[in-house]
């Protein structure tokens, strides 16, 4: 009795040893892999191209579809991968309004049309990988600049039918994470055509407002200044009013130019553009008829 008593004691304090070695044991340091560190560095270089940065790699890191080790631009087509993916979830959302808006006319015509336009967005952001295939940048901007605006015209149809919790929350889904990626995704291409894989350089999509003009064969040659020539002299100024001033509209100054081939040079003072052409939209212009193409006698 004693011998099993000692042998039911010793398993108790066995048993109570084990247990607290468990509690007490430390499980080593997490040891991140280096192809996910990689991949998290090269999401967060390329989605500097976004105007949300941090959306944009919470997106394409939940997408789970950027590989290991991945270039930049496999990192463009996990962008536009995610892009169809989302487009399909927006569709679906979309047939349920049209599917629960039986009796409801405007909201029937606003789905019906927003999947019209998701249709054509889909369109459109296919033929992104084909030209990015055959190396048509230009193409593939284009492309998926298309998709956007078809993507806002859906959800600019269904704000004016935004009467059910429904509509609300498609609507959020397509600002918020749709609207928002494809964006991403053409940040990321306008950057890869301009810069490359220098993702050093990338940023937000700039303009010409900004002061930004994309490298172009004209923009390099001696004495060009963007896309015009150093040193121009205006023949002619537009502006509201004001000394110096000879035309308050732009239409006017354009049927002054001479139809003999001689370069023309408007000078269009800042200002806000109206109906009748007079003044310019925020800055000052400078535009040389018959030579630039951006306004030209017929």
């Not at 399909?88 to 336009?117: F, P």
């Not at 901007?141 to 993507?151: D, E, F, K």
Request: net charge positive.
């Amino acid at each position: 009795m004693a011998t099993l008593l000692s042998l039911t004691l010793l398993s108790l304090l066995l048993l109570f040893s084990l247990s607290s070695a468990a509690r007490h044991h430390h499980t080593p340091p997490y040891t991140a892999d280096p192809s996910r560190k990689q991949t998290s560095s090269i999401i967060h270089e390329t989605c500097k191209a976004s105007r949300d940065p941090p959306a944009c790699e919470a997106w394409l890191s939940q997408s789970h579809h950027v590989p290991p080790k991945a270039t930049v631009l496999q990192v463009i087509q996990s962008a536009l991968w995610a892009t169809s993916q989302n487009l399909d979830k927006g569709r679906a959302m979309v047939q349920d309004i049209l599917n629960s808006s039986a009796g409801n006319k405007n909201r029937t015509t606003a789905a019906q049309n927003c999947l019209e336009s998701v249709r054509y967005s889909d369109y459109r952001i296919n033929q992104v990988g084909g030209a990015l295939s055959r190396g048509g940048l230009k193409d593939a901007r284009a492309w998926t600049s298309a998709a956007l605006v078809y993507q806002y015209d859906c959800w600019s149809g269904l704000k004016y039918v935004n009467d059910t919790s429904q509509v609300v929350q498609t609507m959020a889904f397509f600002n918020n994470t749709l609207i928002a990626g494809t964006s991403s995704a053409l940040g990321m291409l306008v950057n890869y055509d301009v810069f490359g894989e220098k993702t050093g350089s990338w940023g937000p999509a700039r303009t010409e407002r900004d002061g930004f003009w994309e490298p172009g064969s004209d923009s390099h040659a001696p004495g060009w200044v963007g896309r015009l020539p150093a040193g121009l002299t205006a023949d002619v100024t537009v502006c509201k009013g004001g000394s110096g001033c000879k035309y308050k509209t732009v239409q006017e100054a354009v049927n002054a130019a001479p139809t003999n081939g001689k370069r023309f040079v408007i000078r269009i003072k800042a200002g806000v553009l109206r109906g009748d052409g007079a003044g310019a939209v925020g800055e000052e212009r400078t535009c040389a008829v018959g030579v630039m193409g951006w306004a030209k006698r017929s």
